[in-house]
């Protein structure tokens, strides 16, 4: 599928017309590698275009970083990564914008196994959907992550759920907590927005 299509399929939501539906092969193939600004996921055969990660999100990404590097996952060998695929079903790929894995994950995800993060983070801009977040926050949940974080860098908060109906929103000096997930990678929204 072309990047026309894809821009079809914007046009096609306008006009209330079905996107073409893709197989999963075929948007690996053709989306897996792509560096164009964007980050393509895939739901039930249907491709969904985001923006990529920008400066400001990176610099996020950095300070968490290195609050991971202090966390005894880290210690053990884990991977902490950005926008890394990860099937939440047999028929959804997501690609969380922040995610962590075990050593013992990347040991099966080296030998082609699809691993669930316990524990992954969204960075909200202003061009994402409420709708969306909210179905990927169910889907994550579903497929078994124990923590997401959704941080707001524009209003400086982030919203921790432990799951789709229990959250912690974290502004100033409160804490956001990646337990159970990571019992000891914590910072406070203030750290995080620094």
């Known amino acids: 599928m072309s ?8 046009k096609q939501k306008k006009t209330g017309a079905k996107p073409r539906r893709v197989s999963k092969a075929r948007f690996l193939r ?3 590698d792509r560096e164009d600004g964007y980050k393509y996921e895939w739901n039930n055969g249907i491709i969904e275009k985001t923006e990529s990660m920008n400066q400001q999100q990176a610099f996020i990404q950095a300070i968490i970083m290195r609050y991971f590097t202090k966390t005894q996952i880290f210690l053990d060998g884990g991977l902490f990564t950005a926008e890394t695929n990860m099937d939440t079903s047999p028929s959804q790929l997501r690609r969380p914008d922040l995610a962590i894995y ?3 994950q990347l040991q099966k995800m080296r030998q082609g196994e699809n691993q669930i993060a316990s524990w992954v983070a969204e960075v909200i801009s202003a061009n994402d959907q409420a709708n969306l977040i909210n179905k990927k926050l169910d889907e994550y949940f579903l497929a ?3 923590v997401v974080w ?7 908060q982030v919203h921790v759920f432990t799951s789709p109906e229990t959250v912690t929103i974290c502004r100033g000096k409160t804490v956001c907590s990646a337990a159970p997930a990571l019992v000891d990678l914590e910072m406070s929204a203030e750290e995080l927005f620094a």
């Open 150 to 156: 959704h941080i707001y860098p524009e209003s400086k």
């Open 144 to 146: 078994g992550v124990q």
């Open 3 to 10: 990047t026309l299509t894809a821009i079809d399929q914007t």
């Open 102 to 104: 075990t050593a013992a």
């Open 30 to 32: 053709e989306y897996a």
